[in-house]
């Protein structure tokens, strides 16, 4: 039971974290200064939350005898000083886990009037980042975004955006498998072949409704886009279902953003009418994403995927293209 429980909090603590990075990493200074009439600002959220894990890294230390030091507590001075910050405290975090026993996981230690385990500040610590999440990701939807980079041409974070490559399969696999085992971002519960992952790269071409494409930083692919079948029948073919995965150490760093930017002006010569979007809640990050590209959410589905013992809900998005 134990590896199970510290698997479960390890994962839902990645994917929390995860989101939370994908919504910060890119803000400017001035973006952190965005706020509420008499409400904190933006930079002050991730200034509580950077703040907060080193007491919960405190905490747990005191709870398995150990020390955590190496926490940078300071004021972030923009988006992706805050995820430099936010991802160094996790590690720490995750480090005083590594080996930790079952005795010790479960073992209740009071706090004041509390009793706190390790487990449960691992399930309070992805708890409390998507709390936040949600607040940053309000503040954000309140701000006008940046004008968007010219799509496929190399940007300052050295990012570039091409058409996939048959020699693109390996790596798009391993991608996605990441997801498969480790998130409830998609309902496949078995990882893919390279064999059975073949047949879904066969269904894209360089023209046409159906496109993949890739994200290349210092020649290595770290994420990519479809517009993909949305339903077999005939009439559904003038909608493309959307898709955008960065693999988990390029998660924060803008990418999605980049890929839509190349995607949507290369079909807008093509016969389609609505693209779509299905999203595993929550995702704040993924929400935004596509909010900022003009999707309007629709509606969601209530615990429609069973994953990891629990049930997701799923919420559709749709946008009118020309």
Not at 147 to 153: F, H, I, K, L
Request: net charge negative.
């Amino acid at each position: 039971m134990q590896a199970q429980d510290l698997a479960r909090a390890l994962t839902d603590m990645t994917a929390a974290r995860g989101e939370l990075l994908a919504l910060v990493s890119a803000t400017s200074a001035d973006d952190l200064a965005r706020s509420r009439p008499g409400g904190w600002t933006l930079r002050r959220v991730l200034h509580h939350v950077i703040e907060s894990e080193a007491v919960y890294a405190k905490l747990l230390a005191h709870q398995c005898g150990v020390t955590a030091s190496g926490i940078d507590t300071t004021e972030p001075a923009d988006g992706p000083d805050a995820a430099g910050k936010l991802a160094s405290a996790r590690g720490v975090v995750t480090a005083l886990v590594d080996g930790i026993d079952d005795e010790t996981l479960y073992r209740l230690v009071r706090f004041g009037h509390e009793e706190y385990s390790p487990l449960s500040v691992l399930q309070n610590i992805a708890s409390h980042d998507r709390d936040h999440q949600a607040q940053i990701a309000e503040l954000l939807r309140s701000t006008t975004p940046a004008a968007p980079a010219t799509p496929g041409v190399r940007t300052a974070d050295g990012v570039a955006v091409r058409p996939a490559r048959a020699e693109d399969l390996p790596r798009l696999t391993e991608i996605y498998n990441h997801y498969v085992v480790q998130t409830p971002t998609t309902f496949d519960l078995e990882p893919f072949t390279l064999e059975q992952r073949a047949q879904w790269f066969s269904h894209y071409a360089a023209t046409g409704r159906h496109r993949l494409l890739v994200a290349e930083r210092d020649g290595a692919v770290v994420a990519y886009t479809s517009s993909s079948q949305f339903r077999p029948k005939r009439a559904y073919e003038t909608t493309v279902e959307m898709t955008v995965v960065c693999a988990p150490e390029a998660v924060g760093y803008g990418i999605g953003q980049r890929l839509y930017e190349a995607i949507f002006p290369a079909l807008a010569a093509e016969d389609i009418h609505r693209a779509v979007a299905a999203i595993t809640l929550p995702n704040d990050a993924s929400c935004l994403l596509h909010e900022r590209f003009g999707f309007h959410r629709v509606g969601v589905l209530r615990e429609v995927g069973r994953k990891f013992g629990r049930y997701w809900d799923v919420v559709w998005y749709e946008r009118a293209l020309p």
